[in-house]
Nanobody, 129 residues
Framework: VQLQASGGGLVQAGDSLRLSCVAS????????VGWFRQSSEKEREFVAA????????YVGDAVKGRLTISRDDAKNTVHLRMTSLGPEDTAVYYC???????????????????????WGRGTQVTVSS
């Protein structure tokens, strides 16, 4: 499975941005997708995730209230829209995917990078103040 993240760039504080992640897997519903970010000052941080059906979404504390995650299975794409961006949002954003597995998936499991099997290369987001 290959993942391609896009949509990053240089923006001003207060701006909005939409990141996209396209997967090569078909059917796309076999994959749940998460976003993580990493900056030079912080460890990899969970941003958001969306379940296989799209019926459940999970958002990290640092971006809660400023983010919407959605999926378009017809286009094998997950979108991440962030608003009210600030310099603290500057990071490389990675999308990752996890296939369906037997068993219960806990809410906390979405935040753990090791639970994702596939990773894209990342897209840089830089927010200037």
């Amino acid at each position: 499975v290959q993942l391609q993240a896009s949509g990053g760039g240089l923006v001003q504080a207060g701006d909005s941005l939409r990141l996209s992640c396209v997967a090569s897997e078909r059917p796309f519903s076999n994959l749940a997708v998460g976003w993580f970010r990493q900056s030079s000052e912080k460890e990899r941080e969970f941003v958001a995730a969306i379940s296989w059906s799209g019926g459940s979404t999970y958002v990290g504390d640092a971006v809660k209230g400023r983010l919407t995650i959605s999926r378009d299975d017809a286009k094998n794409t997950v979108h991440l829209r962030m608003t009210s961006l600030g310099p603290e949002d500057t990071a490389v954003y990675y999308c990752a995917a996890r296939p369906k597995r037997v068993g219960i998936t806990t809410a906390q499991s979405w935040e753990v990078p090791d639970n994702y099997d596939y990773w894209g290369r990342g897209t840089q987001v830089t927010v200037s103040s």
